[in-house]
């Protein structure tokens, strides 16, 4: 009889750590598309954010590439590799929800949602608006 208070104790805890990875299973670097770039997921309190993390080329005559893009005028000097792209997620129901994405090809803002399909494909879905109107891309885990 002690032995049924104990092991559903041992399944709820097993299951809260579940729940936990899942939410972390985000994190990581992560090539776009074209291969021209990987981002990196990190965890900041409990929002997720990524940068640009690496660029196939991330100079242009021998000087790094800029946020030229920006409407902002004081951001356009700030250098693309590393710059945070990726703002303010938050994990829900399998998927990371009410984020931001930042195009620095053409310096906008976008709404974002990422989902996980498996372990290392990321559809990551910007939009404006409501939902169905944007676009979806798919990134795959930089192993």
Do not use: H
């Amino acid at each position: 009889m002690r032995k049924i208070p104990f092991l559903m104790l041992l399944f709820v805890a097993v299951s809260f750590s579940a729940i936990a990875q899942s939410k972390d299973a985000i994190i990581g670097k992560w090539l776009n598309p074209s291969g021209e770039g990987q981002i990196e997921i990190y965890k900041k309190g409990d929002k997720y954010f990524g940068k640009l993390a690496w660029m196939k080329e991330p100079n242009l005559n021998g000087k790094p590439k800029l946020d030229a893009k920006n409407p902002n005028e004081a951001m356009q000097k700030r250098p693309l590799l590393n710059l945070e792209i990726l703002k303010d997620f938050v994990y829900e129901d399998g998927k990371w929800t009410d984020g931001t994405i930042y195009d620095p090809k053409s310096g906008k803002n976008y709404s974002c949602n990422m989902t996980l399909k498996g372990n290392d494909v990321l559809n990551v879905r910007g939009y404006v608006g409501i939902s169905l109107l944007g676009r979806s891309e798919t990134f795959r885990r930089v192993k």
